[in-house]
């Protein structure tokens, strides 16, 4: 009969891999540990920057991987990226620029200051659409896309506003369009009392 030795302890002539239930939770236990430490522990890599061509070498830790040697290589390829500036184009206005960076909204260059605000946006006003673009689910890209599509245009008045907001439906959830600042209002305004509205075309009371 095959006889065999514990994986943990060591033991000899058992016939199974451990030699107790103890042994197998234990085993277990400390090969769990061990991953766990091999995928937290740094492992050097080495990559080519997507935007400066640069070779740079960078710890890897969890399989997480980066594209970029800079943060500042990541904003200005992110331009490249949205359709602000070709490759070449970004690499130019990287050199005119010195110590400025673009918007990651605008694409408008900016210096950056050490308050959490103004290290990617250039306003208050981008940092809050982007803050709206990520509570809507859409990217930069897409609502690029969609103010090309609209001519830079309100999609209810036409107007040309200097700045178009998000309008979504507020049951759904899902991005309608794009508007100036007085219809989005407006709207909103309207979708919420629409029972109240109605009530005082037709001579009711109002709530």
Known sequence: MT????????ASGIRRLYCSDDCMIRWHQEAAKEARAKA???????AICLFCDTAFTYERI??????????????????????????EQAKQQRAAAGTQRPCGICGNLFTRHST??????????????????????ITIE????????QNGLCKMCGTKPTQLHVDHDHNT????????????VHLGWFELNEDRVHNYRHGGKTA
Do not use: F, I
């Open 3 to 10: 006889t065999r030795t514990c994986r943990r302890c060591g």
């Open 40 to 46: 937290q522990s740094p492992d050097t890599q080495t």
């Open 62 to 87: 969890r399989n997480r991987t980066r594209s970029y040697c800079t943060e500042e290589c990541r904003t200005w390829y992110g331009t490249v990226r949205r359709g602000t500036y070709t490759l």
């Open 116 to 137: 959490a605000m103004t290290k990617t946006y250039c306003s208050r006003v981008c940092l809050g659409t982007a803050t709206k673009l990520k509570r809507y689910g």
């Open 142 to 149: 897409q609502y690029n896309e969609m103010v090309a599509n």
């Open 173 to 184: 959830g899902e991005v309608r369009g794009l508007l100036c600042v007085s219809c989005n």
